[in-house]
């Protein structure tokens, strides 16, 4: 089979090259040197840039690729997106790049195949199997779909508590480089001064330009105590150096005052009549430590609930769905559309646990399920949103286990909001619209913007009822 060829990309004549990288309507009439191969490959002596040969020896590393491409052309919810020509093309584009150039000379190439082949110091037999391994993820233009190695895998598991090593951030890719979605509360992270949207430019001075998520991830991790310098460039366009030491990142995700600042209105009054309640992310312990909010909320008889869920990236989507329950007695909380075109409709149970007035506050780093509680309260006039579209993470996503232990995790579905709404790349547009400026930082108020804003709208609710 033709894939299985691309999975041995490291023996592909020059003619595979031309037929797969789509030089249509270019007759060859003249022989070209044909490319060495490995002495396990089978191929007939006379093969031309013209045929292709009819029998290869897959080196057993690349069996990998094979897998991964059944596992997207059975699940990945786009099907053009997973078809072999362009899964094919990304794998060998990728691999190509390795050679530090764009042209496609016919004698360039051929050099380029021979060199990979014969293992050269620069590229190794490692580098050619990871390259075509992204090149073929690269191909599907999903930003949420990627490689788990092995050791990410045990990583995960060992990890599986919710707490974990690290600077405690959670990072996605603009194309270019890997961003910073939301550093944790309380995190290394957000101790050093790493701000959500600051775009990594280098790890330990090493360039990242081009880098996955994963690939940003495995170099920042590590364990707690060591050091990891990060070059970023904040939104404002300035590059600086900050070396975090790394720690444990705590287990909880919900707080009941604002980091860093005091509750208080415009006028500078502490506010004692409404409830507080950050969401930092969604795990297994969410759902109770949101309860025991609310619960404390009311045992102290104010009169509305602020949800802040700026730079939220998501979380577990049963998390998710059990705490939008708690606050919509009736109507839809998402649907989901799979490939095959199943729609999955999630409904609201009849049981909340507070009717106390709801605003919540979001940013464009809100995802995932960030999004989703917060598209649900609104759609069903349960709250108010405040702030900036949210980010428009908005994908079901499933981990595949492969036989060297690893894993593709990839996008199975599209979730959409109640009123049938598109989250991915969509994001959710609140209610009232709020932007941090250049002036509000000049004059020290861009912590409190926001959320005086939705002290003022909750208030004006709670007024009018």
């Known amino acids: 089979m033709l894939q299985k060829i691309v999975v041995g990309v490291s023996l592909f004549l020059i003619a595979g090259l031309l037929v797969i990288l789509g030089f249509l309507g270019r007759i060859i009439t003249e022989p070209v040197e044909t490319a060495q191969v490995r002495e396990d490959t089978n191929v007939s002596a006379a093969a031309t840039s013209t045929q292709i040969p009819s029998v290869v020896t897959i080196p057993e590393d690349f069996l990998l690729l094979d897998e991964m491409r059944e596992i997207l052309q059975e ?27 764009d042209s496609f000379d016919l004698e360039r190439i051929s050099k380029v195949i021979n060199f990979i082949i014969e293992l050269t110091p620069e590229v190794t037999s490692e580098e050619v199997q990871n390259a075509a391994i992204q090149g073929l993820i690269r191909s599907l233009d999903d930003r949420n779909t990627s490689y788990l190695t092995p050791e990410d895998m045990k990583y995960s598991a060992d990890n599986s508590d919710g707490n974990y090593e690290g600077i405690g951030a959670t990072v996605d890719s603009d194309g270019e480089y890997v961003i910073i979605i939301a550093p944790f509360d309380g995190s290394p992270a ?41 070059t970023v460039q904040h939104l404002d366009d300035s590059i600086e150096d900050i070396a975090i030491v790394r720690g444990e990142i705590p287990l909880l995700t919900v707080s009941r005052a604002p980091s860093g600042i005091v509750f208080k209105d415009r006028y500078g009054d502490l506010v004692v009549d409404l409830a507080y309640i950050r969401i930092a992310r969604i795990n297994p312990n969410t759902p109770q430590e ?9 045992e102290n008889n104010v009169k509305g609930i602020i949800f802040d869920v700026r730079s939220n990236p998501g979380g577990l989507l049963n998390e998710t769905v059990e705490i939008t329950d708690m606050f919509i007695d009736k109507g839809m909380i998402y649907s989901a559309s799979y490939r ?9 149970s009849n049981e909340v646990i507070t009717n106390l007035p709801i605003v919540i506050l979001q940013d464009s780093y809100s995802a995932s399920g960030a999004e989703l509680f917060a598209a649900a309260l609104k759609e069903n006039d349960r709250a108010i949103v405040i ?35 598109l989250i991915e790349k969509e994001g959710i547009t609140p209610d009232v619209v709020v932007r941090l400026t250049l002036e509000d930082f000049e004059s020290g108020i861009e912590r409190y913007k926001v959320l005086w804003a939705g002290i003022d709208l909750l208030r004006e609710q709670i007024a009018s009822e």
């Open 75 to 101: 699940e990945f919810f786009d099907k053009s997106a997973a078809e072999n020509r362009s899964l094919e093309t990304g794998v060998l584009a990728e691999i190509i790049a390795l050679t530090g150039t």
């Open 340 to 348: 095959d075109g199943t729609n999955v409709v999630k409904e609201a």
């Open 190 to 230: 957000l101790a050093a001064g790493i701000q959500a949207g600051d775009k990594i430019l280098k790890v330990d001075g090493v360039d990242a330009l081009g880098w996955t998520v994963q690939e940003g991830v495995d170099l920042i991790r590590g364990p707690a105590g060591t050091t990891v310098v990060l």
């Open 290 to 298: 949101v309860r025991d909010a609310v619960y404390a909320a009311e």
């Open 387 to 421: 702030g900036e579209t949210s980010y428009g993470k908005g994908s079901v996503n499933n981990a595949f286990p492969l036989s060297n232990g690893g894993a593709l995790y990839t996008t199975i579905a599209r979730w959409f909001t109640p009123d049938g709404n």
